[in-house]
């Protein structure tokens, strides 16, 4: 069955879903994480001069270590960029940070999945509530949306409104652009593609704190979400610390579970910093959440460590992939988020809409990539221009074609070689997919 492109009539939906959402004063909530996004002005002058002092190789394999020095951030680096591979790398040495800062301009932006997804469809018009960790005047301000909460003393109150005067924790964001040569020496290297690194130095979000008021008021008004979108625990690096969380929020999903069974709870994965680390919360929350989300780069790795090679430009190796990880931990669905397409796999949830959810978000990403901040709905109008990936609507093809072990649903991107931000995608699709969930 060819696909048929439904962009326009589920982004037509959108203001009636936004309204029925006002009217009966339902919200979708995200936790956990925030921090100060400093996006770093990208100059691969200023770059290849950093590698002509401090590397001479070019790394056989992705480097997956920390940066501890101007050696180590020349390696890294390099070694995603000539890949055209995204990812997260923690900082150890604040003066790193100090010669980021020096060497490009950065400009300060909303930072962690769980605040930009937030503002993404605060952009939009739809109400939500935010479980926020840094939550300084730096970030608040930067939410120019009135339609964005946070719970402060049992009620809920507008982001932007609020200070609890601390100093913002600061994530460097490195953005490179497809087609960009390094120099080692007398050989050169152009990125395949454009993507972007985030390089933290963060010592409050490695901890996850979680307000205890926040999870009250979430379970004592459980009623009034359509779905609760997670993430943040990719930054933990000591288990003592996961496993203190986990005995937190365990028993707090489970009684919003039993107040509305109908909230969809939503696991982002993201780059984990400790492999150890997300296996394990794979393992605990994969039997728990409704849908477990990830990008085709992590889902590689992942299914890597569990002894199954998955090859991301062929479907059936991708299914095979996504098939692994629901059997090993349980997981009643998949989100798969790439920039050609995105995909569910597992089991056919009722009282959601997940074609809707996977459009919505594709189209919210693309929008973002397009100018760069998170869209408006007529912004969100302007991205039906782009085309459909090709890759995209060859995989739907291939997948009609297909008798699959999970229901199935896949929706061709729409995407530009040369986006104008490759920063927050991601968490912008998550965004957009929560729309699928007002029905």
Known sequence: MTYIDRYAHYLDSLQTDIAKAEGQGKLIVFGYTSDLDILLEWDVEAFNALLAEHLRELPEAVERGTIGSLED?????????VRGL???VEITNPEVC????????????IGGTAAQGSAALGAIGMPVVIHLTDSSKEVRRLYCYPNVFTVDQGELVPVR???????????????????????LGDRQFAAPESNRLILDYDDLNTQLPIQSEFLR??????????????????????????????????????????????????LEAAHYTCPD?????????GPQVDILGM????????TARMGVATDPNSLESVLQGLDAVISKYSVKGLVLHTKDYALYCGQKLTGVNLEKGLTIGNLMAATKARIGVYGTIE?????????????????????????????????PARYNQHPKSTIGLGDTFVAGVQMGFII
């Open 73 to 81: 951030f020349a390696r890294i680096v390099s070694s995603y960029l």
């Open 86 to 88: 995204g990812g997260e």
């Open 98 to 109: 100090e010669f980021l800062e020096a060497t490009f301009k950065g400009s300060h932006a």
């Open 161 to 183: 409104d609020g200070d609890d005067g601390s100093a913002p924790v600061k994530h460097m964001v490195l953005q490179y652009g497809k087609g960009d040569v390094i120099r």
């Open 217 to 266: 008021y979430i379970e004592e008004n459980a009623k009034d979400f359509y779905s609760y979108s997670i993430s943040g625990f990719n930054l933990i690096v000591n288990p003592g610390t996961l496993y203190q969380r986990l005995a937190e929020l365990e028993p707090h999903y489970a009684r919003v579970k039993k107040e509305n069974p109908d909230c969809i709870i939503y």
């Open 277 to 285: 680390i997300q296996k394990a919360v794979f393992e605990r929350m």
């Open 295 to 302: 990008n085709e780069e992590e889902l590689v790795d992942f």
């Open 379 to 411: 912004d969100c109008r302007e991205t039906l221009a782009w085309e459909l990936s090709p890759i995209g609507l060859q995989f739907a093809e291939e997948l009609a074609g297909l008798e699959t072990k999970h229901y199935t649903c896949l929706v």
